[in-house]
Every structure is written in structure tokens, then in C-alpha cells.
């Protein structure tokens, strides 16, 4: 049953041969026996998990429901949750339980999914190791001295451990396909505007996007179908046609153009983890796709652009926790001044305090014009350069991160570093195209090889038909690590 896929659980359920609470509390119970080791959720209610399983079956009972009804679901704890502690991964929230539903949460309710808890993740998204949670680092199923990568390393851990059927994931700059690539799992961060953005705590606001994360294409699929749709609530949210996403998974790939950026096949990019794509590259070839040599030269100035740009916006987000109207406040304090200092102070964690400090800095008098404004125009070129590279390839492909996933502390004192392992995902966040991570062989130390696949705006479908294409030829995606018993 742990290696079941969504559609195959939903035909379970549908023929009851197994119920909801019994399947929700199959999950529970592996999450009680292996969440001390993992640390991968935050919080679990396990008495609220089993009431909406009840409500599911009720409606299974009467014939009725839609794929994911009964279905446990692993929700990042950034998504505020009616009566769920929703924490961020901070102190600053660490009491804060919502008064409302985010949209994705509304959408997965609206379907009878189960909500099986909130996943850790780096604090306020900022981190590429989840190592920067208040409530500690998540550890790496496949080998718990290594990082699962962030910021959803928790809901990574949690679907690559089967201690969920699937989860949710935000990416700002990488943040669902890194970890995907390092747990073995696969992700997809959709195009900006799919998915609303409401009652998601926000990091920065015009890179931020929720996708789902699963062990298969076909997964990933069935989630999106539920998470996506048009939210009045979200300026920023597309009025698009509905689509399924789950339509085209079975179409060949002869024909199909794949681009290989340059710039993401030279220094820097280790040999395990080159001689794995290669080799998935090599398997799409079997498979009727050609290969098309392209460039995006701009691409290399991503991360000094990505950290003008999100600290920017951060700095303003996240001045709204001041510890007046929730959230954290300094239990001594002389004035309203000194509260706000002492609260910020005491309720951020260091990297969140850093980005702060950058952004305040790169948007003040003086500074705007000569670091934000030109990371705006730069933004613009990088996002040029895939409209120009679309013109030659369907699809872009090539390695999540750089290396597989790394010790943890490792890389804790060097914030560069740590920033150079989204190398390859962030300019597809600064040009708002649809990307994703899927699992591709294993490199040193047997750790997990993300490859990735970008497509143009809106080729979410297309996107998903080449990595199913792939899964069915290829068994990566369903491999499990091998010290979590199943």
C-alpha cells in the first residue's frame, strides 16, 4: 500500500478495500514510529487527520467522491490551515493557529483529500538545506547525516519515507525541485499565476509558487488538477481555462526537442551527478526525443539577481511581524519601539535577519537604482533568453543542483556556497516558467540525481507526458530508501 500511487489508492478506496481512517492512520502510525529520526512534520493532529478521513469515507459510502477523496495529503507549513498551528518553520509563529484556509488547502478540502499535517521547512522559505527551521534540521531519508534540501526538505523526507501519499511544496527559487533531486522524489513548481498564492505566507511575492510534490508524474498530475484554478483573492492568480493536467501522459515522445543549456553542463557541476543526466538524456533518445544544443547567457547572473530581488521583497513582507497583532513578541520591553527591535530580534533567525538586512539595503536611497532597478532589467534578459531558446527546443533539460545532497553543517558557514546549490533552478522562477525535478539514477554515496525539466509557459501537461514517458521507461521514481522500512 506505502508504494501505491495516488490512482491506485483512489481505486482502493473507491472499491472499499480499504477505508480512509484506515489508510490516514497507516500513515500516522508511520509518522509516530519515524518522525523523531526525520523530523520531517511539524505538526500532526492526528485527531483532526481522522475526522476528515470519516467525512471521506461517508461520501466513498455513497458512491460519490473524486480522485484524491480519502487521500492523506502532507501540507508544508506554510500554508495557513483553519485550526492548524501554522508556524512557517519559525519562532515567530511558533503559537500562531489560522483563522482561515489558504486556496490550496481549500482546493485539496473541496476534493474530501486528507490533511495529514504540516510539514517542516526552512524558516519563512529562506534556505536551500532545511536547516534553518526553528524547529531543526530535517533529516535525509536515503542518509540522515545529509541535508534533504529546502526549503520543502519536509515534505520531501516525508513523500521519499512514505510517510504521506504526497505533499505540497512552495518554490521561490528552487525550493520544491532541489529538494525533489535530493530525496529521490519528484516535483513540480508550475507556472506563476496557476496556482494562487493565497493564505501562502509570503517570502517574495512575485517568485513565489505552490506545486505539488510525489513520487510520479502521473502524481504530480492528479495534485495539480486539484491545486490549480483561478483565485479572485490573488492579484496575481491567471483566469485560465481548467485544464487536466494528467491528458497527454500518454503520448510518445517521437519528435520532441530537447535543449540542452550549455551553462548548465560546465564548471561547477559535479561528475556523478553529469554522467546520471547524461545518461537519462541518453534513455530520451531511445525514446524518439532529439537533442539541441542552446545557450542562456544571462543565466549565470541568476543568483546575483535572485539575491537583489528576494531579499528585497522579503524585507517588506515580513515587516508586517512586528509582535502587536500575532506572532512572537519580546516578553521585556521599555517601549513600542524597543518591542519591535526585541521581538525582531529575538523572533528571526539568522538567515531570515540576513535577507532582511540585504533587501533594506538594496531598496534604500542611494542603493535602488544602482542594485534593484538593475536586477529588474537583468531579470527581464533572463527571461528573454528562454523565450529565445523555446524558439529552437520544446523542452530544456538538465541537472537540478550541482551536486547530491550534502552533510549537514557543511555548509552552514558559507552562505555562498549554500546559495550556489539553485544555480540551475532559480532563473526559471525569475522568468516564471513552469519547471520540475524527477528522480534520474543515483550518484556518490548512492544519493539521489534530479534531473530537470522546463518547459515554456503553461506546459505543465507537456512538461508531465516527458517525465511520465521516462518513468515508464525507467524505475528511479519508485525506488525507496533502503534503511527506512516499509
Same mark, same amino acid.
Given at each position: 500500500?506505502?508504494?501505491?500511487?495516488?490512482?491506485?489508492?483512489?481505486?482502493?478506496?473507491?472499491?472499499?478495500?480499504?477505508?480512509?481512517?484506515?489508510?490516514?492512520?497507516?500513515?500516522?502510525?508511520?509518522?509516530?514510529?519515524?518522525?523523531?529520526?526525520?523530523?520531517?512534520?511539524?505538526?500532526?493532529?492526528?485527531?483532526?487527520?481522522?475526522?476528515? *478521513?470519516?467525512?471521506?469515507? @461517508?461520501? #466513498?459510502?455513497?458512491?460519490?467522491?473524486?480522485?484524491? %477523496? =480519502?487521500?492523506? $495529503?502532507? !501540507?508544508?507549513?506554510?500554508?495557513?490551515?483553519?485550526?492548524?498551528?501554522?508556524?512557517?518553520?519559525?519562532?515567530?509563529?511558533?503559537?500562531?493557529?489560522?483563522?482561515?484556509?489558504?486556496?490550496?488547502?481549500?482546493?485539496?478540502?473541496?476534493?474530501?483529500?486528507?490533511?495529514?499535517?504540516?510539514?517542516?521547512?526552512?524558516?519563512?522559505?529562506?534556505?536551500?538545506?532545511?536547516?534553518?527551521?526553528?524547529?531543526?534540521?530535517?533529516?535525509?531519508?536515503?542518509?540522515?547525516?545529509?541535508?534533504?534540501?529546502?526549503?520543502?526538505?519536509?515534505? *520531501?523526507?516525508?513523500?521519499? @519515507?512514505? #510517510?504521506?501519499?504526497?505533499?505540497?511544496?512552495?518554490? %521561490? =527559487?528552487?525550493? $520544491?525541485? !532541489?529538494?525533489?533531486?535530493?530525496?529521490?522524489?519528484?516535483?513540480?513548481?508550475?507556472?506563476?499565476?496557476?496556482?494562487?498564492?493565497?493564505?501562502?505566507?509570503?517570502?517574495?511575492?512575485?517568485?513565489?509558487?505552490?506545486?505539488?510534490?510525489?513520487?510520479?508524474?502521473?502524481?504530480?498530475?492528479?495534485?495539480?488538477?486539484?491545486?490549480?484554478?483561478?483565485?479572485?483573492?490573488?492579484?496575481?492568480?491567471?483566469?485560465?481555462?481548467?485544464?487536466?493536467?494528467?491528458?497527454?501522459?500518454?503520448?510518445?515522445?517521437?519528435?520532441?526537442?530537447?535543449?540542452?543549456?550549455?551553462?548548465?553542463?560546465?564548471?561547477?557541476?559535479?561528475?556523478?551527478?553529469?554522467?546520471?543526466?547524461?545518461?537519462?538524456?541518453?534513455?530520451?533518445?531511445?525514446?524518439?526525443?532529439?537533442?539541441?544544443?542552446?545557450?542562456?547567457?544571462?543565466?549565470?547572473?541568476?543568483?546575483?539577481?535572485?539575491?537583489?530581488?528576494?531579499?528585497?521583497?522579503?524585507?517588506?513582507?515580513?515587516?508586517?511581524?512586528?509582535?502587536?497583532?500575532?506572532?512572537?513578541?519580546?516578553?521585556?520591553?521599555?517601549?513600542?519601539?524597543?518591542?519591535?527591535?526585541?521581538?525582531?530580534?529575538?523572533?528571526?533567525?539568522?538567515?531570515?535577519?540576513?535577507?532582511?538586512?540585504?533587501?533594506?539595503?538594496?531598496?534604500?536611497?542611494?542603493?535602488?537604482?544602482?542594485?534593484?532597478?538593475?536586477?529588474?532589467?537583468?531579470?527581464?534578459?533572463?527571461?528573454?533568453?528562454?523565450?529565445?531558446?523555446?524558439?529552437?527546443?520544446?523542452?530544456?533539460?538538465?541537472?537540478?543542483?550541482?551536486?547530491?545532497?550534502?552533510?549537514?553543517?557543511?555548509?552552514?558557514?558559507?552562505?555562498?556556497?549554500?546559495?550556489?546549490?539553485?544555480?540551475?533552478?532559480?532563473?526559471?522562477?525569475?522568468?516564471?516558467?513552469?519547471?520540475?525535478?524527477?528522480?534520474?539514477?543515483?550518484?556518490?554515496?548512492?544519493?539521489?540525481?534530479?534531473?530537470?525539466?522546463?518547459?515554456?509557459?503553461?506546459?505543465?501537461?507537456?512538461?508531465?507526458?516527458?517525465?511520465?514517458?521516462?518513468?515508464?521507461?525507467?524505475?528511479?521514481?519508485?525506488?525507496?530508501?533502503?534503511?527506512?522500512?516499509?
Amino acid at each position: 500500500m506505502l508504494n501505491s500511487s495516488l490512482r491506485q489508492l483512489g481505486s482502493v478506496l473507491r472499491a472499499k478495500k480499504i477505508s480512509s481512517v484506515e489508510l490516514t492512520q497507516m500513515y500516522l502510525d508511520r509518522i509516530a514510529t519515524l518522525n523523531s529520526e526525520l523530523n520531517a512534520y511539524i505538526t500532526v493532529n492526528p485527531e483532526a487527520s481522522l475526522a476528515q *478521513a470519516r467525512e471521506a469515507d @461517508a461520501v #466513498l459510502a455513497q458512491g460519490k467522491g473524486q480522485a484524491l %477523496t =480519502g487521500i492523506p $495529503i502532507a !501540507q508544508k507549513d506554510i500554508f495557513c490551515a483553519k485550526g492548524w498551528r501554522t508556524t512557517c518553520g519559525s519562532k515567530m509563529l511558533h503559537n500562531f493557529v489560522s483563522p482561515y484556509d489558504a486556496h490550496v488547502i481549500s482546493q485539496f478540502n473541496n476534493t474530501g483529500a486528507v490533511n495529514l499535517g504540516k510539514t517542516n521547512m526552512d524558516e519563512f522559505a529562506m534556505g536551500s538545506s532545511n536547516e534553518t527551521s526553528h524547529y531543526g534540521a530535517v533529516k535525509n531519508p536515503w542518509d540522515t547525516a545529509r541535508v534533504p534540501g529546502g526549503s520543502s526538505g519536509g515534505s *520531501a523526507a516525508a513523500v521519499a @519515507a512514505r #510517510l504521506c501519499a504526497a505533499a505540497t511544496g512552495t518554490d %521561490t =527559487g528552487g525550493s $520544491i525541485r !532541489q529538494p525533489a533531486a535530493l530525496c529521490g522524489i519528484s516535483g513540480l513548481k508550475p507556472t506563476y499565476g496557476v496556482v494562487s498564492r493565497y493564505g501562502m505566507i509570503a517570502f517574495a511575492s512575485s517568485l513565489d509558487q505552490a506545486g505539488p510534490m510525489a513520487r510520479s508524474a502521473e502524481d504530480l498530475a492528479l495534485l495539480l488538477n486539484t491545486m490549480a484554478g483561478f483565485d479572485e483573492r490573488d492579484s496575481t492568480s491567471l483566469q485560465c481555462e481548467p485544464e487536466d493536467y494528467a491528458r497527454d501522459l500518454d503520448k510518445p515522445l517521437n519528435g520532441l526537442r530537447i535543449g540542452l543549456p550549455r551553462e548548465f553542463f560546465a564548471e561547477g557541476l559535479s561528475s556523478d551527478v553529469g554522467l546520471a543526466v547524461g545518461t537519462a538524456i541518453a534513455e530520451y533518445k531511445k525514446l524518439g526525443a532529439s537533442v539541441v544544443d542552446i545557450s542562456l547567457p544571462n543565466s549565470r547572473l541568476s543568483i546575483p539577481v535572485y539575491y537583489v530581488l528576494a531579499p528585497a521583497e522579503a524585507s517588506s513582507n515580513l515587516s508586517r511581524f512586528d509582535g502587536v497583532r500575532y506572532g512572537y513578541r519580546a516578553p521585556e520591553y521599555t517601549d513600542l519601539a524597543d518591542m519591535y527591535e526585541k521581538s525582531r530580534a529575538q523572533g528571526f533567525g539568522a538567515e531570515v535577519k540576513r535577507r532582511i538586512m540585504i533587501g533594506t539595503y538594496v531598496l534604500s536611497h542611494g542603493y535602488y537604482d544602482a542594485y534593484y532597478l538593475q536586477a529588474q532589467k537583468i531579470r527581464r534578459l533572463i527571461a528573454q533568453d528562454f523565450v529565445e531558446a523555446f524558439k529552437q527546443c520544446d523542452i530544456i533539460m538538465g541537472p537540478t543542483s550541482p551536486t547530491t545532497a550534502f552533510n549537514l553543517g557543511e555548509k552552514g558557514d558559507d552562505p555562498v556556497q549554500m546559495y550556489l546549490s539553485d544555480i540551475y533552478t532559480i532563473a526559471v522562477n525569475l522568468a516564471g516558467l513552469p519547471g520540475m525535478s524527477i528522480p534520474a539514477g543515483f550518484g556518490a554515496n548512492n544519493m539521489p540525481v534530479g534531473l530537470q525539466i522546463i518547459g515554456t509557459y503553461f506546459a505543465e501537461a507537456q512538461m508531465l507526458n516527458v517525465a511520465h514517458q521516462y518513468q515508464l521507461a525507467t524505475d528511479w521514481h519508485s525506488r525507496a530508501p533502503q534503511n527506512i522500512k516499509l
